[in-house]
């Protein structure tokens, strides 16, 4: 079993940086892709960021250009760079990865961009 835990949520001014990072545990052999989705309240839960073993990352359209994601298959880790919030980034923040184990997902951590 694989377990995540994120960390670098919180509240932000519009136009504001903040940097998430996962760190997943377990008996991980093989990771095959990691990613960041968001749900904000009343909406469905979307991808913001998926990088897969060897390939190139990608991104919603909302955030192309602003947001930027870091996998570290040695350390098992997988951070999100925010650049340039807007207040229509706020939403909960969840880690996935997908390995050898399977698909987990972190607990989520709260973004909040407000003035």
């Known amino acids: 079993q694989v377990q995540l835990v994120e960390s670098g949520g919180g509240l932000v001014q519009p136009g504001g940086s903040l940097r998430l990072s996962c760190a997943a545990s377990?008996?991980?052999?093989?990771?095959?892709?990691v990613g960041w989705y968001r749900q904000a309240p009343g909406k469905q839960r979307e991808l913001v960021a998926q990088i897969s073993s060897g390939g190139r990352p990608i991104y919603a359209d909302s955030v192309k250009g602003r947001f930027t994601i870091n996998g570290d298959n040695a350390k098992n880790t997988v951070s999100l760079q925010m650049d340039s919030l807007k207040a229509e980034d706020t939403a909960v923040y969840y880690c996935n990865i997908l390995t050898n184990l399977g698909t987990s997902w972190g607990q989520g951590t709260q973004v909040t961009v407000s003035s």
């Open positions: 377990g008996s991980i052999f093989r990771i095959y892709a």
